[in-house]
C-alpha cells in the first residue's frame, strides 16, 4: 500500500508565500506522475499542478502560472507546491495525488482526479485579505 503525506498548509495574509510537501511511502511508488489539486467549500476538486515524475515537465492550470511551482526530488520520493503571492481564493484543501500509468498530456487527461491511484489526506491553505 502507498501512502501519501502532505504538510505544510497553514493560515496567511494575501500576498504571502507557503511550501507544501507530499511524501510517498509504504509501497514502493515509481510514479508517472505526481501532482497537486484543490478542493474549497462547496466547490469541485480542481487540478492546480502535476509534474511528470522522470522527466520533470510541469504543467499548471493558468489561475496559479506565474504564482505556483510545483518540484520534485526523486530521492525522497517527495513533491513540493510553492506558492507565492498568495491570493484568497486560492483557499482550499490541497491534495497531493500520484499516478501510476501513462497519462495523456495533449488531452489533458492529467487535469482529471479520477486519473489518479493515490491520494493524500489533504492540508488546509487559508488565505486572508
Known amino acids: 500500500q502507498v501512502q501519501l503525506v502532505e504538510s505544510g498548509g497553514a493560515m496567511v495574509q494575501a500576498g504571502g508565500s507557503l511550501r507544501l510537501s507530499c511524501t510517498a511511502s509504504g509501497r514502493t511508488l515509481s510514479p508517472y506522475a505526481m501532482g497537486w489539486f484543490r478542493q474549497a467549500p462547496g466547490k469541485e476538486r480542481e487540478f492546480v499542478s502535476v509534474?511528470?515524475?522522470?522527466?520533470?515537465?510541469?504543467y499548471s492550470t493558468d489561475s496559479v502560472k506565474g504564482r505556483f511551482a510545483i518540484s520534485r526530488d526523486t530521492a525522497k520520493n517527495t513533491v513540493y507546491l510553492q506558492m507565492n503571492s498568495l491570493k484568497p481564493e486560492d483557499t482550499a484543501v490541497y491534495y497531493c495525488?500520484?499516478?501510476?500509468?501513462?497519462?495523456?498530456?495533449?488531452?489533458?487527461?492529467?487535469?482529471?482526479?479520477?486519473?489518479?491511484?493515490?491520494w493524500g489526506q489533504g492540508t488546509q491553505v487559508t488565505v486572508s485579505s
Open positions: 495525488a500520484a499516478r501510476s500509468g501513462a497519462l495523456s498530456w495533449s488531452g489533458g487527461e492529467y487535469k482529471n482526479p479520477v486519473r489518479y491511484d493515490y
Open positions: 509534474i511528470r515524475w522522470s522527466v520533470g515537465n510541469t
